[in-house]
């Protein structure tokens, strides 16, 4: 059954939320609930393949394993404790690396469907028990927290602090029909992007081209709609997956916020695949420059931060497939992250003309062509073959 | 103003490059784009070398250091 496409999953996802809603309007616990539903529906999401079946569900074990060894580690002050906590992180990633590198080979390479959110998820857990930052979650928190099924497939990337704090409070009930509000807002609206909007964006890729009789608007007219496919698609999808979260008591975070009104490219980052990119700067851009910074391991802090963009948006570009498209992707937005930094750093013109109208309007239409071409470059209509 | 409050002023000024900022120490840096990811992570690293007080990149949110009384009551907890 896939997930947020096939009726049948519309229709038990929303007899999991009546049910949550009732508990939770009745101040009732809902995370047992939860747990047991994301389970039935992570079955029901792979019981067509028994073998990713499999391999999901050892996953799961194993990382709960991984956490339960290294939150051991840490408690006990093991003098090993480091260098065993790089070797979990090293295994947790494993699987996704190998499928990554594996499908370039074979497309049936041993994977399932969700295993990079799931990747996400695990490798945040290990850094902060290693930070020191989760002393406490249980493994049936973790477990819940993993298997979430609303964002189980494609996001929105959890937190397990906010999500175990959700999990351990009884909000009352006003509390809570504030947050089955929200949820249902949020639902209707991703369902109007993912099956209005997006649908509309598609019919215009295809048809717009076909009235066109040039090459050049052939190409930026689909450069335009394949973008706006892309928002309207994954913003749709995510903020289903949001609003469901917030029916079963969850607070999934936002991973769209008007990208298109970004006046820079940063900017643009802080609203796009929020998620994601928080994520990245999280646990790969701060942890690199920091990294970087303490050992003075380049010239200035400029330069340390230029490689931090282009190192963490490589990254980003390699976990979407490890094709030329993917690469060129992340490394065309890590670069224009980089130069972009080092304008707002250096530049006096834009230290004095930054807060002006005219130079936001400017740099707004600057941002919009820059994303607009890296969506071209996602989407294979600038190397790969013509579609 | 104590030694702490000084020496943590004068590395956002230093970071941030903004002077004018040591007198608004309510303002939010982060709206005000006085600081961004990148300035945030230096100040931990300068902080760690300054005070030996270590915070890491999630321990906390944005809201929770985000002008620089709250910066300089995040250190003076952890001293």
């Known amino acids: 059954m896939d997930f947020y496409v096939e009726p049948a999953f519309f229709v038990l996802s929303g007899g999991i939320a009546l049910v949550g809603a009732l508990l939770g309007l009745f101040e009732r616990r809902q995370a047992t609930f939860g747990l047991v539903a994301s389970l039935a529906m992570l079955g029901l999401l792979f019981f067509r393949s028994v073998p990713a079946l499999v391999y999901a569900a050892l996953y799961l074990a194993f990382s709960l394993g991984l956490y339960r060894w290294v939150l051991g580690l840490f408690e006990r002050h093991d003098p090993r404790a480091v260098t065993l906590y790089r070797v979990a992180l090293g295994l947790q990633i494993a699987p996704l690396a190998l499928y990554k590198v594996g499908v370039l080979f074979t497309p049936d390479f041993p994977g399932f469907l969700g295993i990079s959110y799931i990747t996400f998820k695990a490798v945040q857990a290990l850094i902060e028990v290693r930070d020191g930052l989760i002393h406490d979650m249980s493994l049936t928190e973790y477990l819940y927290f993993l298997s979430f099924f609303p964002t189980f497939t494609s996001g929105p990337i959890l937190r397990s602090r906010a999500f175990v704090d959700n999990v351990r409070e009884q909000p009352s009930r006003d509390v809570y029909l504030g947050r089955l509000y929200r949820g249902l807002g949020w639902f209707v609206l991703g369902a109007l992007y993912k099956f209005v909007f997006s649908a509309l964006a598609q019919w215009a890729l295809w048809f717009v081209p076909s009235v066109l009789d040039s090459p050049v608007l052939d190409w930026l007219a689909k450069a335009l709609f394949f973008g706006l496919d892309l928002f309207f698609d994954f913003a749709g999808y995510s903020d289903m997956a949001m609003g469901l979260g917030l029916v079963l008591g969850i607070e999934v975070p936002r991973n769209f916020h008007m990208p298109f009104a970004a006046t820079d490219i940063k900017e643009f980052w802080d609203r796009w695949h929020i998620t994601l990119s928080t994520w990245l700067r999280d646990f790969v851009f701060m942890r690199f420059t920091r990294f970087a910074l303490a050992r003075k391991l380049f010239a200035n802090r400029q330069v340390t931060a230029c490689v931090g963009f282009v190192l963490n948006m490589a990254l980003m570009g390699v976990w979407h497939g490890i094709t030329l498209d993917y690469i060129v992707y992340g490394l065309y937005h890590g670069l224009l992250l980089a130069g972009w930094h080092y304008f707002q750093q250096t530049s006096k013109f834009y230290k004095a003309q930054r807060k002006q109208r005219w130079f936001k309007i400017v740099s707004w239409a600057f941002t919009m062509v820059a994303v607009f071409f890296g969506f071209a470059l996602f989407g294979g209509y600038v190397f790969g073959p013509a579609r | ?79």
Request: hydrophobic content about 45%; glycine content about 2%.
């Open chain 2, 1 to 79: 103003m104590t030694e702490l409050e000084e020496k943590i002023i004068n590395l956002v000024v230093d970071i941030s490059g903004e002077e004018d900022i040591a007198e608004e120490r309510d303002l939010d840096l982060f709206e005000e784009r006085v600081l961004d990811s990148l300035a945030a992570i230096e100040l931990l690293v300068a902080i760690q070398e300054e005070f030996g007080v270590s915070i890491a990149p999630t321990e906390l949110e944005r809201e929770e250091m985000n002008t620089i009384n709250k910066i300089i009551a995040r250190v003076s907890e952890r001293l």
